[in-house]
Nanobody, 120 residues
Framework: QVPLVESGGGLVQAGGSLRLSCAAS????????MGWYRQAPGKQRELVAA???????IYADSVKGRFTISRDNGRNTVLLQMNSLKPEDTAVYYC??????????????WGQGTQVTVSS
């Protein structure tokens, strides 16, 4: 099991920004896809953004234009810059990674989650 260590969550007012970071500690292989899911209370977990090792990124429609995902392949890290945050962005955010597939639809590796709370 590869530990994915997340950081950067917290409480912010609507319109503010946060940056989430995830590092694959101890991984000796490269992940073809890394990204972030989120789960709000009473809702299903949803894909927020994902990026391939080549730099191709996808975003959920709800965050396009506000969130930016990036990664450092050499360090096996992925960042999520979240701007113009809204109360509906409140959720637990999970880092995810897949060493084989590029779509992050069923990632085998998950972080423990970091809470993001946006107050109105």
């Amino acid at each position: 099991q590869v530990p994915l260590v997340e950081s950067g969550g917290g409480l912010v007012q609507a319109g503010g920004s946060l940056r989430l970071s995830c590092a694959a500690s101890g991984a000796i292989f490269r992940f073809n896809a890394m990204g972030w899911y989120r789960q709000a209370p009473g809702k299903q977990r949803e894909l927020v953004a994902a990026v391939t090792s080549g730099g191709s990124a996808i975003y959920a429609d709800s965050v396009k234009g506000r969130f930016t995902i990036s990664r450092d392949n050499g360090r096996n890290t992925v960042l999520l810059q979240m701007n113009s945050l809204k109360p509906e962005d409140t959720a637990v955010y999970y880092c995810a990674a897949d060493p084989r597939n590029y779509d992050l639809e069923r990632p085998p590796y998950w972080g423990q989650g970091t809470q993001v709370t946006v107050s109105s």
